[in-house]
């Protein structure tokens, strides 16, 4: 499908203020592609229904995207490796794997040394120096 099909196809669907929205999520899954690069994070922030958990969802049908609505501080790593679904997370990752929080306030709602824990747990996994 090329770029404006997807985006005439989004648009039978969902009424988009600003309709580059497509074109920066996709943009941002294509550099996380590329090894050589770090990895790049997007915060997409925007007004009650304007359609962020409807393209977070259509994008997390997409190869090497992991959806997770919500993280604690045993999310990435939890001391045990195992096989099952049970093992962290960073364990069942696909390498290069993009990880799709959908909304955010649930981790800033969370207890601040919580919320402190997995947030310099994210910088560590981006620096590549966490274990």
């Known amino acids: 499908m090329t770029l404006p099909e997807l985006e005439n ?36 922030a925007t007004s009650s229904s304007g359609a962020k958990s409807e393209l977070l969802l259509a994008l997390s049908y997409a190869a090497g995207i992991t959806p997770k609505d919500d993280l604690t501080s045993k999310t990435f790593i939890s001391g045990v490796k195992r ?26 709602k969370k207890d601040p040394r919580e919320s402190d824990s997995i947030f310099s747990q994210l910088r560590m996994i981006y620096d590549g120096t966490f274990s």
Do not use: M, Q
Request: contains cysteine; proline residues 6%; charged residues 20%.
């Open 9 to 44: 196809n989004i648009s039978k669907y969902l009424i988009l203020e600003d309709k580059g929205i497509v074109k920066l999520l996709l943009a941002t899954v294509i550099a996380n592609r590329i090894p050589c690069l770090d990895p790049t994070w997007l915060f997409v």
């Open 83 to 108: 096989t099952d679904k049970s093992a962290s997370l960073l364990d069942r990752l696909p390498p290069n794997s993009i990880l799709v929080i959908k909304d955010l306030t649930v981790l800033f």
